[in-house]
């Protein structure tokens, strides 16, 4: 089929409330390493990773290899059977994880995680009430969408009791009008706030990204979660840390996000990156909150654990310990970051670069004194970075923010290749906006 036919096709049966980027939707065909391909032949440099999920690469061979091998024996069971890969992979998350988040839930994807999660705190202490943060991402189901502090995200008007929104850590929009790092992190005091003001004083739990994925690569100060767990502990509740987007080395250095601030949290949500595009999450804890679950009721999943996606996990964790551990990602990332900081040097339109590694934000505003936010002038790079063959993606509560985030087998060549398109595209929209 061509471009025309599939959009035609996706147009009559897919619902319209798919999320297409471009004014042209591109159809993609194939893909190997750090490119993609469209129906008609035409190649992209894809720093997008589909969501940070095609995490080594498009036709990773370790990958590859792991699920054929894997669809020639078995291709699923449910959870009411174990099977040797599923128990495999389970050994080998818990040989990176933190602590002794050593004990595992799998599942079919990040909102399947969350859910899960929450679920464990409530039955874990005895409590109901959850803290999320403001510009935060939970996933679709209704409790995600109520976890989501994005009202675009919220399909229905979506309200589940017992679910409160904290600040978030947003240093170069602070909704406090304070500077870091004068501010005492103050965004972090207020989930103390919102606890004693708008729940019954204990809580099941806090949960939140280390950079806010869809929220626009928020970052937050490296204070932040200290304050945040002692006050999370306090209360009765649980640290739910959601590493869906930052996990397996993705911000550099180490293989969760949430390492650098020193805290282990009680629970770690992974998914996306985790089977390099197959769908599959993973739930972590200590082997004491999983067993509070026994006798609380029973549970299993369909497609949990599916042995093709557990095998797939399994290849890319060979790909990275081979080919893209923390510490590669995070001389990659600070690659990419300085180049993105001389173009933020040679464009006005870029107000704020901020993220880490190979997990990168650029957010663009119309006026850097204002900071008024320039979404239609990021709808219009996208277009020309399209031409260019670049993708990239974007987000934020403004539409105003670039995301940017390849593959972790990326290069400094890739790299420099995916900066040159950017300087071009930039300057393009620049001289159209005067």
Same mark, same amino acid.
């Given at each position: 089929m061509n471009i025309a036919q599939i959009l035609e096709k996706q147009r009559k049966h897919l619902w319209p409330n798919h999320l297409l980027y471009y004014?042209?939707?591109?159809?993609? !065909?194939r893909g190997d390493g750090l490119y993609v391909w469209d129906v008609e032949g035409n190649k992209y440099l894809d720093f997008f990773a589909g969501i940070l999920t095609t995490s080594v690469g498009h036709n990773n061979p370790h990958v590859n290899k792991r699920v054929h091998e894997q669809v020639d024996k078995l291709l699923h069971t449910s959870t009411l059977y174990p099977n040797p890969v599923h128990v495999e992979l389970a050994e080998k998350l818990a040989e990176i994880t933190?602590?002794?988040? %050593?004990?595992?839930?799998?599942?079919?994807?990040?909102?399947?995680?969350?859910?899960? $999660?929450?679920?464990?705190?409530?039955?874990?202490?005895?409590?109901?009430? #959850?803290?999320?943060?403001?510009?935060g991402y939970s996933g679709k189901s209704p409790m995600g969408m109520a976890l989501t502090g994005q009202s675009a995200w919220r399909i229905g008007g979506t309200q589940i009791a017992g679910i409160k929104h904290a600040l978030n850590p947003y240093c170069y929009r602070c909704p406090l009008k304070m500077t870091y790092p004068s501010c005492g992190v103050a965004c972090a005091e207020d989930v103390e706030d919102v606890i004693r003001t708008t729940t019954s004083g204990k809580i099941a739990a806090f949960l939140a990204e280390p950079?806010?994925?869809? @929220?626009?690569?928020?970052?937050?100060?490296?204070?932040?979660?200290?304050?945040v767990e002692e006050i999370t502990h306090r209360y009765g509740g649980l640290l739910?840390?959601?590493?869906v987007q930052t996990g397996f080395g993705r911000t550099g250095e180490y293989w969760f996000a949430i390492e650098r601030s020193g805290v282990?949290?009680?629970?770690?949500?992974?998914a996306k990156g985790i089977a390099n595009g197959l769908p599959l999450s993973a739930v972590a804890t200590t082997p004491e909150i999983a067993a509070s679950t026994v006798g609380a009721g029973l549970t299993l999943s369909t497609f949990g654990g599916n042995p093709v996606a557990c095998a797939a996990a399994l290849g890319t964790l060979e790909?990275?310990?081979? %080919?893209?551990?923390?510490?590669?990602?995070? %001389?990659? @990332?600070?690659? /990419?970051?300085?180049? /993105? !900081?001389?173009?933020?040097?040679?464009?006005?339109?870029?107000?704020d670069v901020r993220g880490m590694g190979l997990m990168q934000g650029v957010e663009m505003v119309r006026d850097?004194?204002?900071?008024?936010?320039? $979404?239609?002038? #990021?709808?219009?790079?996208f277009e020309v970075t399209k031409k260019l063959g670049l993708l990239i993606?974007?987000? @934020?509560?403004?539409?105003?923010?670039?995301?940017? $985030?390849?593959?972790?087998?990326?290069?400094?060549?890739?790299?420099? !290749?995916?900066? !040159?398109?950017? %300087?071009?595209?930039?300057?393009?929209?620049?001289?159209?906006? @005067?």
């Open positions: 004014t042209e939707p591109l159809p993609l !065909e933190p602590g002794n988040l %050593d004990t595992f839930y799998f599942g079919a994807s990040g909102t399947d995680a969350d859910e899960t $999660a929450v679920q464990i705190a409530k039955i874990a202490t005895g409590h109901s009430e #959850v803290i999320a943060l403001r510009h950079i806010q994925g869809v @929220g626009g690569f928020v970052t937050a100060p490296p204070e932040y979660f200290t304050i739910i840390i959601d590493e282990v949290p009680d629970v770690i949500t992974m790909a990275m310990h081979a %080919d893209a551990p923390p510490a590669r990602t995070a %001389d990659v @990332g600070d690659h /990419l970051r300085a180049g /993105l !900081e001389r173009l933020q040097e040679k464009y006005p339109l870029i107000g850097r004194q204002t900071k008024e936010p320039a $979404a239609k002038e #990021v709808a219009a790079l993606g974007k987000g @934020g509560l403004y539409s105003n923010t670039l995301r940017i $985030a390849p593959p972790l087998t990326a290069t400094k060549e890739h790299v420099d !290749e995916a900066l !040159e398109k950017l %300087d071009y595209a930039f300057a393009q929209v620049q001289e159209m906006v @005067g």
